[in-house]
């Protein structure tokens, strides 16, 4: 009987610590990711009163041909406003090590976007994100971005420690 309580109880804690975490992916079809292809997610309402920390999730394989990414990341929040970021993430060390971590041709990559937000507006707040990469010494972007597998979000209360 003590065991069963001792696991009860376990399982219970494990499971609060888990529900101050919010994520979702969405899957990038053949781990081809097109220029103009919005990867959106409509985000569940949070505590208005709290501040959270905002990440992103990005899977890629050992197909991926750069070692940085470019992002266009777009918060639109409840009233309409909309705040576009372009950002730059490292995926790979100067030597070609993938920086993600995973076993395997799959690296997973958690990379800061927000910290200390506050969703202090009634309503649904969006999430989009497309890539903006080019080849170097050209205009055009790369129409066929190979090697992002999943890509995804994570919202935790601001300064929690873990995942």
């Known amino acids: 009987m003590p065991r ?22 969405q899957s990038i079809d053949q781990g ?14 949070l505590d208005s009163l709290r501040q959270y920390d905002v990440l992103l999730s990005l899977r890629n394989s050992n197909d991926y041909p750069f070692n940085n990414v470019f992002l266009l ?30 076993s395997g041709n799959i690296k997973d990559n958690l990379l800061a976007y927000k910290e200390a937000m506050a969703f202090d507006k009634t309503g649904s707040y969006r999430l989009s994100i497309q890539h903006a990469l080019r080849n170097n010494g050209e205009v055009q972007g790369v129409s066929q ?3 992002i597998v999943e890509l995804g979000y994570q919202i935790k209360p601001h300064g929690q420690k873990g995942d």
């Open 32 to 45: 081809l990711w097109a220029d103009d292809q919005k990867i959106e997610f409509d985000l569940p309402a």
């Open 145 to 147: 971005l190979e090697g």
């Open 73 to 102: 990341v777009t918060m639109t929040h409840p009233d309409g406003l909309a705040e576009t970021d372009t950002l730059e993430y490292r995926l790979a060390a100067p030597d070609g090590t993938w920086l993600g971590v995973g």
């Open 4 to 25: 069963t309580l001792t696991a009860v109880l376990w399982l219970m804690l494990l499971g609060a610590c888990a529900s101050d975490q919010i994520a979702d992916y």
